[in-house]
């Protein structure tokens, strides 16, 4: 992108979070075993046309803010100390674009710069294009939302006042966008009490750069997290987003092939896209990158050959290998085959998996076993593979890392 097209994102994220309770802010809380901000930058560095993200924070917190940028990868990353209040810190951000900062030197100034919360961990291109479309356009540009509840406002003796019409108002969401120089010179402009009390950056724009924001209606998932109870409802949506599709992978084998079939036909009514490939289609770094491109974590990975772990561990190996595999947490089932009479000693074989499963953890894969009653007479598979089916929908649904390392019988 050339210099006069580029396109930058400032995330303030040196608030307390006072409102959740605990000593942990919340851009720091762990969200299905990663960091809330860690959540956001995942969905901003999907976005290839975002040449750099200023993320703000507290100065007693650049440290563990390194150490979350390191251990997770982060790319076109740079920190900056924040300022006391948000507007502050904001205004801490765009100035790394001309001044430099304390942390670094001054980056490319863009045409464009995204202000956007780092506890909004589900922002979409979509939407990221549109407020900066229409930055482009208007000046400033701000994503909106319908008013959930009444505004009204108390008189100084606690009794009712007035209230707004909630059909009239909008309630000011994230991201925001607008052009550089516009927002720039509108936080010059700012009064202390401007700095100090104020939160609403379309409203500098339209104080001091005289420029009327265009208002977008945006999608309900642009909420952000606030209290506790947020940050389930958070790994919530993650787990449904990334719960929705299942690739199962067998060998050429009878028993695998005939087990995979049934497994897929059955795991269709619990899983909305689920497909089956050859082994030989999951051998590179490559071919699972295609699987991940298809928005598919969760794996079904059948072993024939004496109830091991070979084709499993050929598949996390894999997994561990792929760096796209990091946005999110991967599933991998192990299914085995065992006859009745062979049940018990199959489990103490497997009991390796354990050790597997602690090993894939450490790279964010979740490793379960299942061993499957296996008989000769076909009437008997299907009753197996029904049970199979309805155990690994579970596992991949509830994603419970305590049960990691665990082989359940069907």
Same mark, same amino acid.
Request: net charge negative; aromatic share 10%; hydrophobic share 45%.
């Given at each position: 992108m050339d210099g006069e097209r580029r396109v930058a994102a400032v995330l303030p994220a040196g608030g307390c979070g006072e409102r959740l309770g605990g000593c942990t802010p919340k851009q720091y809380c762990p969200v299905l075993g990663r960091p809330l901000i860690s959540r956001t930058l995942e969905a901003l560095e999907r976005v290839g046309w975002i040449s750099d993200v200023v993320v703000v924070v507290a100065a007693e917190s650049v440290d563990l803010m390194k150490n979350i940028v390191h251990r997770y990868g982060h790319k076109r990353v740079t920190l900056v100390e924040g300022g006391v209040t948000r507007h502050r810190s904001i205004f801490n951000g765009l100035r790394a674009f001309t001044e430099g900062h304390s942390l670094g030197p001054a980056l490319q100034k863009p045409e464009v710069v995204i202000i956007h919360d780092a506890v909004r961990p589900f922002v979409d291109e979509e939407t &990221?294009? #549109?407020?900066?479309? $229409?930055?482009?356009?208007?000046?400033?540009?701000?994503?909106?939302?319908?008013?959930?509840?009444?505004?009204i406002a108390p008189s100084p003796d606690g009794c009712l006042d007035h209230s707004l019409e909630r059909a009239k108002h909008r309630a000011s969401e994230m991201? #925001? $966008?607008? &052009? *550089? %120089? &516009?927002? !720039? %010179? $509108? !936080?010059?402009?700012?009064?202390?009490?401007? &700095?100090? *009390?104020?939160? %609403?950056?379309?409203?500098?724009?339209l104080a001091y750069g005289k420029t009327r924001a265009k208002l977008l209606e945006g999608p309900p998932d642009l909420w952000k997290v606030t209290y506790k109870r947020d940050l389930y409802a958070a790994e919530s949506i993650i787990k449904d987003r990334i719960s929705k599709h299942l690739c199962i992978i067998t060998n050429i084998k009878e028993e695998a092939l005939?087990?995979?079939f049934q497994l897929h036909e059955h795991l269709k009514s619990h899983i909305k896209h689920v497909k089956a490939i050859s082994s030989s289609m999951c051998r590179t770094v490559q071919d699972v990158k295609n699987i991940f491109q298809g928005r598919c974590y969760n794996f079904v990975c059948i072993n024939v050959k004496d109830s091991d772990l070979e084709e499993s561990r050929k598949l996390i190996d894999l997994l561990q290998a792929t760096p796209a595999g990091s946005y999110y947490q991967s599933v991998v089932v192990s299914v085995h085959l065992a006859f009745p009479e062979q049940c018990g000693s199959e489990m103490r074989k497997l009991s390796e998996i354990r050790e597997l499963a602690n090993e894939a953890q450490k790279s964010d894969i979740l490793l379960y076993g299942l061993l499957i009653n296996y008989s000769k007479e076909e009437s008997?598979? %299907?009753g197996g593979a029904r049970q199979a089916s309805g155990i690994i929908a579970a596992l991949i649904t509830d994603r419970n890392p305590v049960l990691a390392g665990q082989v359940m019988v069907a």
């Open positions: &990221l294009l #549109q407020v900066t479309s $229409a930055a482009r356009q208007y000046g400033a540009a701000g994503v909106v939302r319908p008013l959930v509840s009444t505004v991201p #925001q $966008a607008f &052009l *550089f %120089e &516009l927002i !720039y %010179e $509108a !936080y010059l402009q700012c009064s202390h009490d401007d &700095l100090d *009390f104020g939160t %609403e950056c379309l409203h500098l724009a005939q087990i995979g008997q598979h %299907e």
